[in-house]
């Protein structure tokens, strides 16, 4: 088995007396492609604010590949390569779609000096933004100002954020939530092109049972913050507590 790229060992975290997420141990690897479910509340994304430094666990470790990252902060977990799309907090709201994306590449680039060189002209820089929003389908809206765009193009616009970072790591938290039907499948094959790439890990938070069938090579299953299932795909759908949640069939209950 390969090294997992991240992994959470007995990770926790207490919000006042209620652990949001409790003693969850859990690695991933690169070329697979996990889904979390778990009910509104279960903590599937606080156990991603955990991973990508949003929040600091009350106890337990995060290791990406292999190494405690505890002391590293949002951006440097973000620059060693685990990739969140965020909401647009970290946009600039009043310039073009385009220039948002360029400035991610550009960031990205800036992390090595010599790559800067080689690669950092404006125009590469902007070939290499445009290939982004052509991949999102965004080419079209690319000199809106990134705040004007409709909420489908945000979401979208989070996704091509993500790509331009070129992250290990790609956790998507509901990507396609508030889309409407004709744009979620953009998306949806945009993770499964990410995936083509086996050196990747992703993890995907997903309610719509078509999409985790189509996408998981696994499921991890989260509730009142433990972690209480994780198989293939077919076992774990299978299973009373994911029937329970995504048919409203108490367990137990099915059969009669
Ligand atoms: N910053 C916070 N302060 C207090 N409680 C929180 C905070 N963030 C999340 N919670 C609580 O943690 C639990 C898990 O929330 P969340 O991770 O958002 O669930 P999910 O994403 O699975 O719907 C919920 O009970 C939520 O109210
Ligand atoms: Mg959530």
């Not at 310039?95 to 790559?115: I, K, T, Y």
């Not at 070129?166 to 990507?175: H, N, Q, T, V």
């Not at 995936?195 to 989260?222: F, G, N, P, W, Y």
């Amino acid at each position: 088995m390969t090294t997992p790229s991240i992994e959470t060992r007995n990770l926790t975290i207490r919000f006042g007396g209620h652990a949001a997420v409790n003693d969850v141990t859990c690695a991933f690897r690169p070329g697979q492609l996990t889904v979390i479910v778990g009910p509104n509340g279960a903590g599937k994304t606080t156990y991603f604010n955990l991973i990508s430094g949003q929040l600091t666990p009350t106890a337990g470790s995060i290791l990406k590949d292999g190494r405690d990252i505890a002391a590293l902060s949002p951006s440097a977990r973000a620059k060693a390569g685990i990739g969140r799309a965020f909401q647009l907090t970290n946009l600039f709201p009043k310039l073009s779609v385009l220039e948002n994306v360029r400035l991610a590449v550009q960031a990205r680039h800036r992390l090595g000096p010599r790559l800067l060189r080689a690669a950092g002209s404006f125009g590469v820089l902007r070939d290499e933004a445009m290939r982004h929003l052509e991949a999102t389908r965004l080419a079209e809206v690319a000199h809106m100002p990134a705040a004007a765009l409709p909420h489908g193009d945000q979401r979208k616009l989070e996704v091509a954020l993500l790509l331009a970072m070129e992250p290990d790591i790609f956790m998507f938290d509901e990507p396609t939530a508030g889309m409407s039907v004709d744009e979620a499948p953009v998306i949806l094959e945009l993770i499964a092109a990410i995936k083509q790439d086996c050196s990747k890990t992703i993890l995907l938070v997903e309610h719509k049972m078509d999409v985790v069938r189509a996408l998981a090579d696994r499921i991890v299953v989260l509730h009142n913050g433990e972690l209480v299932a994780d198989g293939e795909p077919d076992d774990v759908i299978a299973l009373p507590i994911v029937r329970e949640i995504y048919l409203g069939v108490p367990a137990g209950e099915e059969a009669a």
